[in-house]
């Protein structure tokens, strides 16, 4: 078993929710040998340098989550998606202690499967900004108005899908006209939809 990183000990010590979960999943990564960190305020296990997998506790579960768990085989039908537009990331969500225990040779096999995708250098192929369409509404507005779609296209590309995913989330054309109306200031100022 590789050492333990006195920071996630740390972290742990003072976890409120899924310690238990938490410490069950941290002995199954290190048994995979795996280098324990501390990233993003999170335990998180790498190889090489290279990220791996990392334990996130969130509201409903606690979850691995797997940076490049797209390439993964889940021959048990295991991985979640984290979010409508992750393109890598996949995650396997937990409830309770038992259900980790008795996934225990699952996980080995997933987490080492991970490994093996990492020394082979293989990486998710990331749709690029360029692949993204924007809704209808912001394509007209940014046809009709040059000040905003220079503003616009100023934007980081994260900006801009940020914002494009939040107007397209929208079902009704109107609203997704006023959502565009309501932040076309804070573009225009070169700010983002987090800032």
């Not at 969500?93 to 995708?117: G, S």
């Not at 507005?141 to 503003?151: G, P, V």
Request: net charge positive.
């Amino acid at each position: 078993m590789n050492l333990m990183n006195p920071k996630v000990d740390a972290f742990l010590a003072k976890a409120k929710n899924w310690r238990q979960e938490s410490e069950e999943l941290r002995s199954i990564i290190l048994e995979c040998g795996l280098t324990e960190e501390l990233k993003w305020g999170q335990p998180c296990y790498t190889n090489q340098g290279k990220n791996i997998v990392l334990i996130g506790g969130f509201k409903e579960y606690c979850a691995l989550l797997f940076f490049q768990g797209a390439l993964l085989g889940d021959a048990k039908g295991l991985l979640n998606r984290i979010g409508e537009h992750t393109q890598a990331g996949r995650q396997i969500r937990f409830t309770t202690l038992q259900e980790i225990k008795k996934l225990k040779p699952a996980l080995k096999a997933y987490i080492l499967e991970a490994v093996e995708v990492q020394k082979a250098g293989l990486k998710v192929k990331l749709k690029k900004h360029a692949e993204y369409t924007f809704c209808e509404e912001l394509q007209n507005i940014l046809d009709k108005n040059s000040a905003f779609k220079k503003a616009f296209l100023s934007l980081t590309p994260g900006r801009q899908r940020a914002y494009n995913f939040y107007f397209s989330a929208a079902k009704q054309s109107n609203t997704r006209t006023s959502r565009i109306e309501k932040y076309k200031q804070k573009i225009l100022s070169g700010k983002g939809f987090y800032d």
